[in-house]
């Protein structure tokens, strides 16, 4: 069974310049989840799916994050415009349902310079 | 708000010892207590997890303990081995949404 996809695995930026993330999750997992993870650091909820619906995003910058799950398989993660402290990993995770073990994916290391 | 603290921040241990990471958490909502394991460049992978209603629970060399009182779990892995040189992060969760810890880096020399 294939894991969580995500893609780009590395993407670098100018500041200010928009950037976005894919993932695909396992499949048949209902719930998606975008992580953000600082050098040294745990990672860090932005955004939660269930299927189409975003159930938390409580997290989610939304002044320059934006994020999306048509058809409640796929996700993309946006940001616009890149700051340098964005400068980060972004996992994505998925499980089967909203309170089951959470499968992560390689994630994409952003660099803004 | 760091809801869970883990420690150590890193720590050496010889092949064949045992190695020991502690967490605690504040919140008592929360009846989920996963551990991760990430290799660099890496996503974390799950390795054990344990709900409140049990004090301990072992798969192969790692076992979780879990003290609720206390609101304390930690990770033993024993018989380190140079392959299980990573970093762990504990995570606490309710209703499916997860903190975790800080991580901490395992080196295990041959």
């Known amino acids: 069974e294939a894991g969580v996809v995500q893609s780009p695995r590395y993407k670098i930026i100018e500041k200010k310049q928009p950037v976005a993330f894919w993932c695909n999750p396992i499949?048949?997992?209902?719930?998606l989840y975008w992580y953000l993870q600082n050098l040294g650091q745990g990672p860090e909820l932005l955004i939660r799916y269930e299927n189409e619906e975003a159930v938390d995003d409580s997290q989610l910058p939304k002044d320059r994050f934006s994020a999306e799950r048509l058809k409640g398989v796929d996700s993309t993660l946006k940001i616009q415009p890149a700051e340098l402290g964005d400068s980060a990993v972004y996992l994505c995770?998925?499980?089967?349902?909203?309170?089951?073990?959470?499968?992560f994916g390689p994630g994409t290391r952003l660099t803004v310079t | 708000q760091q809801q869970v603290k883990q420690s150590p921040q890193s720590l050496i241990v010889q092949k064949g010892g045992i190695s020991i990471i502690n967490c605690a958490y504040e919140n008592t909502a929360f009846d989920y207590f996963p551990w991760y394991q990430q290799f660099p460049g890496k996503g974390p992978a799950l390795l054990i997890a344990?709900?409140?209603?049990?004090s301990e629970k072992k798969e192969g060399r790692f076992t979780i303990s879990f003290n609720k009182s206390a609101k304390q779990f930690s990770l033993h892995i024993m018989d380190s081995q140079p392959g299980d040189s990573a970093t762990y992060f504990c995570a606490a969760g309710a209703w499916g949404k997860l903190q975790f810890g800080a991580g901490t880096q395992v080196v295990v020399t041959p």
């Open positions: 995770a998925s499980s089967l349902v909203l309170e089951g073990e959470q499968y």
């Open positions: 344990i709900r409140p209603d049990v």
């Open positions: 499949s048949g997992h209902n719930t």
